[in-house]
């Protein structure tokens, strides 16, 4: 009897830049202060999984967190804003998503960027 020698085959990581687009601000004001920037790519923890934005929703309280009035006393700059994005899967740790699986996720940072740093928890 013949024996097969199959070997496992390692799903490729897809290629991931090292910075991603992202519409931040430096500091809080008018609509003029938000600009596009080149920022580092957000890190994934143990249970987390990277989404590359495809759309982004604009809540109606982030032109006040933007004008500084609200929820940005501790905020770190360049601050990027956003809390409704999907997009695709495209690095994930532990978690039972899959890579290129599609997602949506509400309450979350950065969705005004092309990449996300998502929990499962």
Request: charged share 15%; proline share 6%.
């Amino acid at each position: 009897m013949a024996t097969t020698n199959r070997s496992r085959r390692r799903r490729a990581q897809p290629f991931l830049p090292t910075t991603m687009r992202a519409a931040a601000l430096h500091h809080v004001g008018p609509a003029s202060v938000l600009k596009v920037h080149d920022l580092p790519l957000p890190a994934i923890g143990a249970r987390d999984v990277l989404i590359a934005v495809d759309t982004a929703g604009v809540g109606s309280w982030e032109p006040v967190q933007r004008s500084g009035e609200w929820g940005v006393d501790d905020a770190h700059f360049p601050l990027v804003l956003g809390s409704d994005g999907s997009g695709t899967v495209v690095a994930m740790n532990e978690t039972d998503y899959g890579v290129s699986a599609l997602v949506g996720s509400s309450f979350t940072m950065y969705a005004y960027s092309n990449a996300i740093s998502f929990s499962r928890s």
